[in-house]
């Protein structure tokens, strides 16, 4: 007789336990970087609303900045690093292409032996690995899992540049995911566009470099096609992740979404409809654009400034280069 293969399965619900933070170690005003892209800190403002970023010394890189967030949010959580057998980190900046961020940042963090890989879905990193920490403990192949968005963009950007420069920050945002006994992640609403793959990413390959067929690769975008883009399409996708999730606009306490540009966030609620009573994450002004690690950094501080939404329903949405999107609803912490 053949024995048949066992197949585990977890619990039912997870949700989010907690939440940590870590920004670069400096910020930088718009006046520091107005004059290479010969601009000003009013156009800055109007066009991004950001006032200042944070930005990591040059000893810092994504690899710390994961670390000093995990290690929050571990400590937050009131789970033993011990218990933690997954580890997710999305980033577009680790300083080597291999090894990955996050076994480094499990072994520092004291997960280790934790199942531990790095997500590139850039500036929707952060909602696809909340996506696969969920799949992940309720198929019973996790129990616990640390999700973490961490950029050093500092390090990939070129100061001459108009279309995205003035906009990038450094900083990591963490979240540990476990088991729960009612609903805490809302199905997650993903995909990509690879049609559109040079609306936003690197300008150059590192063969190119090496070759010196080109100069140290840095990030670019085509401002006007990742805007309507964002507008116009992820805000279907916002709707979809509420329908989803079987609730409406109403019922949320706040909205998280990727912190690529006050104007898109600001455009964003009033297509959703938000009223005045749901809180709107605009980190974006003094932390800048920060990639995977946005969503959790804007989360972190909204839960920071108003802990009375602890228990609410939050919409996070990530979008950014691919072109990729991912959204869902969760319960905060």
């Known amino acids: 007789m053949t024995r048949s293969i066992v197949q585990p399965t977890g619990p039912a619900h997870t949700r989010i336990y907690s939440y940590g933070a870590a920004r670069g170690e400096t910020a930088v005003p718009n006046d520091d970087l107005v004059g290479p892209i010969d601009s000003s800190d009013e156009w800055i403002r109007q066009r991004t609303g950001i006032v200042t970023r944070t930005r990591a010394v040059a000893e810092t890189d994504a690899i710390d900045l994961a670390t000093d967030a995990a290690r929050e949010a571990i400590e937050r959580s009131g789970v033993d690093a011990s218990q933690v057998d997954a580890v997710i980190v999305a980033t577009v900046s680790n300083p080597k292409q291999t090894p990955s961020v996050s076994a ?7 997960a280790n ?3 531990a890989y790095d997500v590139n879905a850039a500036c929707a990193g952060f909602a696809y690995g909340i996506a696969q920490a969920d799949a992940l403990i309720r198929a019973g192949a996790a129990h616990y899992a640390l999700v973490i968005g961490a950029e050093k963009l500092s390090d990939i950007v070129d100061p001459t540049d108009r279309s995205i420069s003035f906009l990038l920050g450094d900083g990591a945002g963490a979240a540990l995911v476990g088991p729960s006994d009612t609903p805490g992640i809302g199905p997650t609403v993903w995909g990509s566009d690879g049609s559109k793959a040079d609306a936003v990413g690197m300008n150059h ?8 067929r080109a100069p140290w690769p840095t990030l670019r975008q085509e401002g006007p096609t990742v805007f ?11 709707r979809q992740a509420l329908e989803a999730a079987g609730i409406e606009a109403a019922d949320l306490a706040a909205f998280v979404p990727h912190q690529a540009n006050m104007r898109i966030i600001d455009e964003f609620a009033k297509q959703l409809g938000l009223t005045d009573t749901v809180i709107v994450g605009r980190d974006i002004e003094t932390t800048g654009n920060t990639s995977a690690a946005s969503i959790p950094l804007a989360t972190h501080r909204l839960l920071q400034e108003h802990p009375d939404l602890s228990g609410g329903l939050a919409l996070q949405i990530g979008f950014g ?8 609803v969760v319960v905060l912490p």
């Open 104 to 110: 480094i940042v499990a072994d520092r963090v004291g």
């Open 113 to 115: 032996p934790a199942a």
């Open 205 to 212: 390959t590192l063969t190119d470099f090496r070759d010196g």
């Open 228 to 238: 309507r883009w964002a507008v116009w399409e992820m805000v279907k996708v916002a």
């Open 321 to 328: 280069a691919g072109l990729v999107f991912g959204a869902q």
